[in-house]
């Protein structure tokens, strides 16, 4: 490959627009570089009409081990890094606060 590092489309891979990204907020950070993330979204049952939350949870690269429990972080699509690391933190949104 050339020394950039590009895709297929000429598109470089760290800022390719195909990426996907999400915002959600931390609620495990015991690992090491590694945080899990939960997203939650609501959805509408088919049938009884009601809405129910849905909540998927991603572990996502922290390189910093800046992120703590509470934190509301935006994560973005990622190479595999482990066998269930697909994400990486790209910025934090919002502290939590210290109790």
Excluded at 6 to 16: L, P, R, Y
Aim: net charge positive; glycine share 6%.
């Amino acid at each position: 490959m050339a020394a950039g590092a590009e895709g297929q489309m000429g598109a470089t891979v760290e800022n390719s627009p195909h990426r996907k990204t999400r915002i959600g907020v931390v609620t495990s950070d015991r690992m090491d570089k590694t945080v899990v993330v939960s997203i939650s979204k609501k959805v509408q049952h088919p049938k009884y009409k009601k809405f129910v939350t849905r909540r998927v949870k991603y572990k996502a690269h922290d390189e910093a081990n800046d992120c703590r429990i509470g934190d509301r972080v935006e994560i973005t699509e990622t190479r595999p890094l482990s066998k269930e690391k697909r994400w990486r933190v790209s910025r934090i949104i919002e502290r939590a606060p210290i109790v």
